[in-house]
């Protein structure tokens, strides 16, 4: 597995959960890392995405309460998810994304939010 993702579960509207992933240091040195993620019945849509230099790039609708972040020791990207509403309610997937290849994706991890 070249991305290993992590964190989901199940929370409480209002609360918050992280999530990780995991990717080896030749993909992750390399890689601008991102999440998407995709709701039961709709289409698989852009959560997060951090350069290698840490630029980030948001979904409008999650500016605020989504915060990306990499370790670039850990090779390992993270998304804080706070305020938590069940329209999150998702798989969320891990990406790497670089020049001149496919896109690799994590396995997903779901999160479910209650209310």
């Known amino acids: 597995v070249q991305l290993q993702a992590s964190g989901g579960g199940l929370v409480q509207a209002g609360g918050s959960l992280r999530l990780s992933c995991a990717a080896s240091?030749?993909?992750?040195?390399?890689?601008?890392m991102g999440w998407f993620r995709q709701a039961p019945g709709k289409q698989r849509e852009l959560v997060a995405m951090?350069?290698?230099?840490?630029?980030?790039n948001y979904a409008d609708s999650l500016k605020g309460r989504f915060t990306i972040s990499r370790d670039n020791a850990k090779n390992t990207v993270y998304l804080q998810m706070n305020s938590l509403k069940p329209e999150d309610t998702a798989v969320y997937y891990c990406?790497?994304?670089?020049?001149?290849?496919?896109?690799?994706w994590g396995q997903g991890t779901l999160v479910t939010v209650f209310s």
């Open positions: 240091r030749s993909i992750f040195s390399t890689s601008a």
């Open positions: 951090i350069t290698i230099n840490n630029n980030t």
């Open positions: 990406n790497a994304r670089r020049m001149f290849s496919n896109d690799l």
